[in-house]
């Protein structure tokens, strides 16, 4: 049987991305580390595939992009910023779409062992609750780096935007305009981007004073006919909210279709805040309140750096996180234009 570096990584109780710095005489790695390396190795008869190394060796001028989806405008708009650095550089783009698949996600980045892409930029779907897959590339000398939805027990680069602090200014907003019930409309619980928005919108119900329980985060994880349901349901409850969080933009709508039907006016009955770059925002009835991401920016700047892991042999990726500001731009959905 191959001995391969997750063998020797499972033996030594060290990650995948350890050995493989160990094997290759990473500054990175401590003597002892890479002394304790060499004797298993050595003892398991381990040999590395040659012809895997020369598939990382070799050039495609091609980059990979692993989206959970493209429906939502801040991949679209990441996509087009991360196209621009690309064709600076003189590099394809291809898009891979994960559709929320954990298992699709592992499939994708197991076709990237063949060679066919120098690196990687990704946001995770809602169903991935390992990072092994992600490990085990990084591990085979892949430069990934994560933007939006990200993997934070992988050491290497993510570009993100404050959605704790984000989302605290998002439901202190709502409490500014006079809401006493606000509800948060959640999606995947394992997402680090969905979690740390719930965290800011429990924060600043506590430190207004106001009860926060558990029936106050709505999971919202079907399509846009059972998100209706859920959202329908809920308002016409005994204790209907008066204000909304939409974590994400595809929430938005089945919020509107849901007070039209019921005759609920936003935001007289209903006050409604979403996290979203749609555009259209400004022209819905009424307009929408929104957290926007700097989509463009993020994609322009996770590519920048994923460059600089491809292009410099000792560029270190774990080092790099940036964290780019959202912007609220209140709108008649708040009652306060």
Partial sequence: MNV???????QLNLSVATISKALTDSYEIS????????????????????YASSLRKRSSKTIAVVLPEVADSFFSLAINGIESIAHEKGYHVLIYLTHES???????????????????L????????????????????????????????VETAKVVTDDFESSYRATSHLIRMGCKKIIYLSTS??????????EGYKKALADNAIRNTDAEIIPCHGDTETNYKIISDLLKGKNKPDGIIASVEKLTAPVYIACKHLGLTIPDDLKLISFTNLQTALILDPPLTTITQP?????????????????????????????????LAERSSTGNC
């Avoid at 391969?4 to 499972?10: C, G, P, S, W």
């Avoid at 619980?189 to 719930?198: A, D, F, V």
């Fill in 4 to 10: 391969t570096i997750r063998d020797l990584a499972e």
């Fill in 31 to 50: 003597p002892e580390t890479k002394q304790r390396v060499s004797e298993l190795a050595k003892k398991l008869n381990y040999s590395p595939n040659p």
């Fill in 102 to 120: 954990f298992e699709r996600e592992e499939a994708i980045l197991k076709e990237f062992k063949s060679g066919r892409v120098d690196g990687i």
């Fill in 122 to 153: 990704m946001s995770v779907s809602g169903e991935t609750c390992s990072s092994n897959h992600i490990k085990e590339a990084i591990a085979d000398g892949m430069p990934v780096v994560f933007f939006d939805r990200v993997c934070e027990d």
């Fill in 189 to 198: 619980p394992t997402l680090s981007i969905n979690i740390k928005r719930m």
């Fill in 295 to 327: 989509a463009l920016e993020m994609g322009k700047t996770a590519a920048t750096i994923l460059f600089k892991g491809i292009e410099k042999k000792n560029f270190d990726l774990s080092k790099e996180r940036v964290i780019l500001p959202s912007i």
